[in-house]
């Protein structure tokens, strides 16, 4: 099942030179999916308060140009199927003005909340998605995150009460967020990023403050990387130009 979603943006979706954040890329891709879910019969909030939910561990997203505001917008994306008996994998496009402007998949768990473990995807269950055999990338395999040796800045927040969602942690694109907040000026600045990947290893709850450190890997890679006060790994973050 290929599911679209056209979307109009918001004016604080954009840049102040008119291109869309990627933050608002994210937030377009996420929207389309839950769209998805909800033709499935899969309603995200009555299966968190049914005890169970779909946990997103990674995103990698490509992007060839950006819209600009007043670019009419529209995503597609659809379910590949099973990749273990816990796992599943989603893909997406963005479109501007007809034409293919980014592209991206994410990798997802199925996770008993009651049981605080992984739980088994039912034939059943991913029947409702109709899966498709169709990947946006050739290699399934995701770009490793390597861990760099030292950081160059770093700053200490704890979440504002709107970060956290309906399942108690902070929301998946919220760490996008803080990850612009460390970023030097001048990348900030520039927000020309081509690629942004993003790996979840553990949830920052309400009341924990975290810890964000920057690193320049590259000219053109920059790596951001999120830690509890226990310096518990929480979120994995690159930017590609």
């Known amino acids: 099942m290929f599911v679209e979603l056209n979307y ?3 004016l604080e979706d954009f840049y102040n030179n008119g291109d869309l954040k990627i933050e608002a890329i994210l937030k377009i891709l996420e929207n389309s999916g ?6 499935a019969g899969d309603h995200i909030l009555k299966g968190s308060s049914d005890g169970t939910a779909w946990i997103l561990t990674d995103w990698y997203v490509e992007i060839e140009s950006l ?6 917008i529209r995503s597609v994306t659809w379910s590949q199927g099973a990749t273990s008996m816990f796992s599943t994998s989603r893909d997406f496009e963005l479109y501007k003005n007809g034409e293919l ?13 009651n049981q605080n473990r992984p739980s088994k995807i039912t034939p059943e269950l991913l029947a409702k ?26 700053i200490t927040l704890k979440p504002r009460r709107n970060d956290i969602d309906f399942n108690h942690h902070v ?11 460390v970023l030097p000026e001048e990348v900030y ?18 009341g924990e403050e975290i810890c964000i450190k920057y690193a320049c890997v590259t000219e053109t890679h920059h790596v951001v990387f999120i830690y509890g006060t226990d310096n518990s790994l929480k979120t994995m973050i690159e930017f590609g130009e």
Request: include cysteine; charge should be positive.
């Open 8 to 10: 109009e943006p918001l």
């Open 34 to 39: 839950n769209h998805h879910s909800d033709a």
């Open 67 to 72: 819209p600009k505001y007043g670019d009419k």
């Open 101 to 113: 402007c980014a592209k991206g998949t994410t990798r997802w768990i199925h996770f008993d909340l």
């Open 129 to 154: 998605y109709e899966p498709e055999q169709k990947s946006v990338f050739a290699d399934s395999k995701l770009p490793k995150i390597e861990v760099p040796q030292t950081f160059t800045n770093k």
């Open 171 to 181: 929301h998946n694109l919220i760490y996008v967020d803080y990850a612009m907040e």
């Open 189 to 206: 600045a520039a927000h020309n990023f081509k690629k942004i990947r993003i790996t979840y290893k553990n949830a920052v709850k309400e």
